[in-house]
T-cell receptor, first 114, second 112 residues
């Protein structure tokens, strides 16, 4: 079946540190892949997405590359800020997907200290 | 901007009560979803709907039902609330499969 696995949190970094949050998936064919972010007390917002192999999604300094060979979509940022503290969710949309539902990983909490 | 509005941010209900969580989207989206979010478990899909009056079970539908009488509105119903349904509930919508899903701000439900 389809599934998403993320690295466990919480991840604690100092400001300006490099961030990697690992995400791997299991799915048939070429699903679309997403990163969502949830700031404290809020719903989820789309951070970036990629719809085919080798695509790179980017937004707000975050990047993730769709790697079919390793079934991965790792989230990276070169220099994190305190305002990046949030929970990050990796998700996939299967290729045969009536209704457009997403399958989410368990989320990774990021805490950035000044 | 797409707006998904959940009618209640915080609710406290008693065990056995019938609970309605309402969700409205303003972008004429075909698809609507109800997810439940719990620490360490991520988001789990309860029900979704890809058209008016259509509904499909997600991964954890037990104890829940839904209603979609109009395209913009998708309601989640807890027929008889139990303490294990204490959680954050997130409504979402999208235009079609593979497209961006937009979320509401969530409803925190406590069942006592």
């Amino acid at each position: 079946g389809n599934s998403v696995t993320q690295m466990e949190g919480p991840v604690t970094l100092s400001e300006e540190a490099f961030l990697t949050i690992n995400c791997t998936y299991t799915a048939t064919g070429y699903p679309s892949l997403f990163w969502y972010v949830q700031y404290p007390g809020e719903g989820l917002q789309l951070l970036l997405k990629a719809t085919k192999a080798d695509d790179k999604g980017s937004n707000k300094g975050f990047e993730a590359t769709y790697r079919k060979e390793t079934t991965s979509f790792h989230l990276e940022k070169g220099s994190v800020q305190v305002s990046d503290s949030a929970v990050y969710f990796c998700a996939l949309s299967p290729i045969y997907n009536q209704g457009g539902k997403l399958i989410f990983g368990q989320g990774t909490e990021l805490s950035v200290k000044p | 901007d797409v707006k998904v509005t959940q009618s209640s941010r915080y609710l406290v209900k008693r065990t056995g009560e019938k609970v309605f969580l309402e969700c409205v989207q303003d972008m004429d989206h075909e698809n609507m979803f109800w997810y439940r979010q719990d620490p360490g478990l991520g988001l789990r899909l309860i029900y979704f709907s890809y058209d008016v009056k259509m509904k499909e079970k997600g991964d954890i539908p037990e104890g829940y039902s839904v209603s979609r009488e109009k395209k913009e509105r998708f309601s989640l119903i807890l027929e008889s609330a139990s303490t294990n349904q204490t959680s954050m509930y997130l409504c979402a919508s999208s235009a079609r499969a593979g497209n961006t899903i937009y979320f509401g701000e969530g409803s925190w439900l406590t069942v006592v």
